[in-house]
């Protein structure tokens, strides 16, 4: 009943910087937390980052924190992820994903309904 899809990944060289956005549509009134995640080859899915649809409260792993940084715009049902510093290890794809209903977990990817279909992230060095 969520339809999400992610754009603004792309190839990019070490130090540089993306902007991702997840579009969210269908029941997008029953969100309770947007999420980011990531995913390399062989690799399990990563979180990421997410907020709440409502408030302020946003959550990084230690490892993104003070790069990354996530933020929505309610009025377009969009959630953004904005990359600096990109590393060659940042590269995967980033998958968006939506909870609808209140959980205190954020971390793992069972903690979501839906998903996206993910964008390519690539950093070259």
């Known amino acids: 009943q969520v339809q999400l899809v992610e754009s603004g990944g792309g190839l990019v060289q070490a130090g540089g910087s993306l902007r991702l956005s997840c579009a969210a549509s269908?029941?997008?009134?029953?969100?309770?937390?947007m999420g980011w995640f990531r995913q390399a080859p062989g690799k399990e899915r990563e979180f990421v980052a997410a907020i709440r649809w409502s408030g302020d409260s946003t959550y990084y792993a230690d490892s993104m924190q003070g790069r990354f940084t996530i933020s929505r715009d309610n009025a377009k049902n969009t959630v953004h992820l904005q990359m600096n510093s990109l590393k060659p290890g940042d590269t995967a794809v980033y998958y968006c994903a939506a909870r609808l209903y209140s959980e205190s977990d954020y971390v793992r990817p069972s903690a979501y309904d839906y998903w996206g279909q993910g964008t390519q992230v690539t950093v070259s060095t």
């Open positions: 269908g029941r997008t009134r029953n969100i309770y937390r």
